[in-house]
């Protein structure tokens, strides 16, 4: 059928809206009409060169399924679902709950390709790579991989539910599946984007008492106090640590690092109280090296990295929708809708800091 996507045709292009052909799905495939697809860093960071081009790549598709595979019992047409990541089901991470670990990442989520190699996407003779973390849902249709597929309620406009396949499942899930929080009392997160925004969310939610969030951004961190932040660090003008200190204390009991800077790392598990674990979900350019004091570290703290928020997208993705419709996250508040069309503004708005969670419509319902 022919579609229309967003492609980049070379390692750090724009975005180019192109007509393209997409095959039919496979038996373990499932055909969705994408009505909004979120924008995550992760987009804009692999245009820069990790992924094969051409590619579509959009890892954040919500739509309505057209058909579905042989092999998929999971979803039917007219059923509304999110897309997400892609994991295998079968490895020792996955058999173990944890797909967002499976130790198939790779191969599913960033080779742009089925796992044969072959592509659903191509214009003319050309290939054009697909099954970017198995979906390339910066697209009108996309043919998915069965487990990226989650099926969602019908009685929430669907292109609401673009942003939670991957950025705010990681930072709501990070708060709310990753460290319990039963004795810990204070939360401290690095980075308002749209990530450490959801932390803050997940974290009223979770009964933290003292919720405090850091940013440079006069305006991130005034967000941050609306949705449930009791304090603000702007530590461009102060010190983040010594200030994290003062308000808790004793330190932190839980730090998230989301900005994906070092000397935040460092900064995350230098305001940690003892006993403290500091997580760290914000990704950085590969070879990016931290140095701790190994000292404070011996005294129960903890630093651990965080993928996907821990989330078995099935239950935590649903669970994240009803929180939504009982107005206890209200993550409407973080998103800007844009068309398709408009990809290169998005991308643009979204590395300037204007707009915090950009979510393209297609146009189809
Ligand atoms: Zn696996
Ligand atoms: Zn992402």
Known sequence: MRIRAAVVRKRSSPFAIEELELEEPRDDEVLVRIAAVGMCHTDLAMRHGQVPCPVVLGHEGA??????????????????????????????????????????????????????????????????????????????????????????????????????????????????NSVDPRFRHSIAVFGAGSVGLSAIMAARLAGYTTIIAIDVRPNRLALACELGATHAIDSAAVDAVAEVRRITGRGADYTIE????????????DCLAITGVCGVIGGAPP????????????????????????????????????????????????????????????AADSLNGIAIKPVLRTGLR
């Open 63 to 176: 739509g309505i399924v057209e058909r579905v595979g042989a092999q998929v019992t999971t979803a039917s047409p007219g059923d509304h679902v999110v897309l997400t990541f892609d994991s295998c089901g079968a490895c020792v991470t996955c058999l173990r709950g944890m797909p967002a670990y499976c130790e198939n990442d790779l191969a599913r989520n960033f080779a742009a390709a089925r796992r044969d190699g072959s592509s659903s996407l191509r214009r003319g003779d050309e290939i054009v790579h697909s099954h970017f973390f198995g979906q390339s849902s910066f697209a009108t249709y996309s043919v998915a991989a069965m487990r990226s597929v989650v099926k969602v309620r019908k009685d929430v406009p669907i292109e609401m539910l673009a942003a939670l396949g991957c950025g705010l499942s990681t930072g709501a899930g990070a708060v709310l």
């Open 258 to 269: 989301a900005s994906g800077r070092p000397e935040g790392v460092r900064q995350a598990v």
């Open 287 to 346: 070879g990016t090296e931290i140095t701790l004091d190994v000292n404070p570290i011996l005294f129960g703290r903890a630093v651990r990295g965080i993928l996907r928020g821990d989330s078995i997208p099935d239950l935590f993705i649903p669970k994240l929708i009803d929180l939504y419709v009982s107005g206890r996250f209200t993550f409407d508040r973080l998103i800007t809708f844009y068309p398709l069309e408009q990809i290169n503004q998005a």
